[in-house]
Nanobody
């Protein structure tokens, strides 16, 4: 079993940058693919990005392509989400989630993931 803790959220102006961290404990992170999701008030949770267990493949939602980058450091047991050119519509609670093996659905399907962090708030506003 793995425990996940997100950090790095905060208030940033439009066009600014943030780096979110997802730190794991209880198990080696390199067994898991890690996804980042977000949920804005009144909206459903949506997939933002995913990185495979070895880091060889990454996936992005269309609305963050070219602005966000996912990376992982399996030595430090941490996955990062580097967010640039932030927009007000990026405002949401961001969650990281872990899955040992996908069961046939796409990476952006929240039900595929077994473990979740508590979330970190990102607010983009002037």
């Amino acid at each position: 079993q793995v425990q996940l803790v997100e950090s790095g959220g905060g208030l940033v102006q439009p066009g600014g940058s943030l780096r979110l961290s997802c730190a794991a404990s209880g198990s080696a992170l390199d067994y898991y693919a890690i996804g980042w999701f977000r949920q804005a008030p009144g909206k459903e949770r949506e997939g933002v990005s995913c990185i495979t267990s070895g880091g060889s493949s990454t996936y992005y939602a269309e609305f963050v392509k070219g602005r966000f980058t996912i990376s992982r450091d399996n030595v430090d047991n941490t996955v990062y989400l580097h967010m640039n050119s932030l927009k007000p519509e990026d405002t949401a609670v961001y969650y990281c989630a872990a899955v040992a093996q996908f069961h046939g659905s796409m990476w952006y399907t929240a039900e595929e993931y077994d473990y979740w962090g508590q979330g970190t708030q990102v607010t983009v506003s002037s």
